[in-house]
């Protein structure tokens, strides 16, 4: 009789368990899954590796980006460079600051609670800077002198208040290696829309766009970033819709 009663007994409890399991999973598939929204901010690594290699360069770009959808970033790049140019008629040195602005597509698809990125993007450049002319040489031909005007510059003229535009397209990756710690890395194909030159003379080297050649407004180039994510708020996750199995 013992023995039917504890049997009883342990058929009732591993019930009741069962029923608080299954209470419990309902409990949790009915709480919406929740994506972290927030503010990564970091440094473009290669501008310092870049003034270790180059004497004539200077540069820090600081760069951000702020989740606003699913896929969705609103980007941004802010920096400055210094760079000398020696050619063969002619050295200069060029001096600003420049501001992109955009917005990044991710196309990676994350299990919940990644933030990985492989995206693509789109940016307006914009700098501000000066030139001061160094040194040159009396050559007819020079491409990037005109008139004859032209010669009479001395060395040490300085050109302010210059400016370029340009669009930018990015495409690049960003990997979580420590919790909220982003390392990444993308290339930059951008155009060059309109800039304000110096009175016979050229912006062959413009902050934040890289080098500019005389018959050709397209240029290239790349960053290298350590950032931090800093999480603002959650937001739910939206179910993808599940197919029709008839």
């Known amino acids: 009789m013992s023995k039917y009663i504890i049997s009883i007994l342990a058929f009732f409890v591993g019930s009741v368990s069962f029923a608080q399991e299954t209470g419990t999973l309902k409990t949790n598939d009915s709480i919406p899954a929740k994506e972290t929204y927030g503010l990564r901010v970091g440094v473009d690594i290669s501008k310092p590796i870049r ?4 004497d004539d360069y200077q540069g820090l770009e600081i760069v951000g980006d702020f989740r606003i959808t699913d896929k969705f970033y609103i980007a941004a ?3 400055t460079e210094k760079k000398t140019v020696d050619e063969d008629q002619i050295n200069f040195t060029t001096e600003g ?7 990044d597509y991710n196309a990676y698809e994350n299990w919940f609670g990644m933030r990985n990125s ?3 993007g789109l940016r307006y450049g914009f700098s501000t800077h000066k030139q001061t002319l160094n040194s040159y040489t009396i050559y007819q031909t020079n491409q990037h002198v005109e008139g004859e005007d032209s010669l009479l510059l001395m060395p040490g003229t300085e050109f302010s208040s210059l400016n370029g535009h340009w669009v ?5 990756i960003k990997v979580e290696v420590l919790q909220n710690i982003y390392m990444g ?3 930059r194909l951008n155009r060059l829309l309109n800039t304000k030159e110096p009175e016979n003379f050229q912006n062959l080297f413009i ?8 018959d050709n407004n397209v240029g290239a180039g790349f960053n290298y970033t350590i950032s931090y994510s800093i999480p603002i708020y959650k937001k739910a996750k939206k179910k993808k819709k599940e197919k029709d199995t008839d």
């Not at 930018?168 to 690049?172: D, L, M, Q, R, T």
């Open 168 to 172: 930018e397209v990015v495409a690049g």
């Open 97 to 103: 600051s420049f501001i992109k602005i955009g917005f």
């Open 185 to 187: 890395f993308s290339l």
């Open 118 to 120: 492989i995206y693509v």
């Open 77 to 79: 790049e802010l920096g």
């Open 51 to 54: 003034m270790l290699l180059e």
């Open 207 to 214: 902050p934040g766009f890289n080098k500019v050649t005389t």
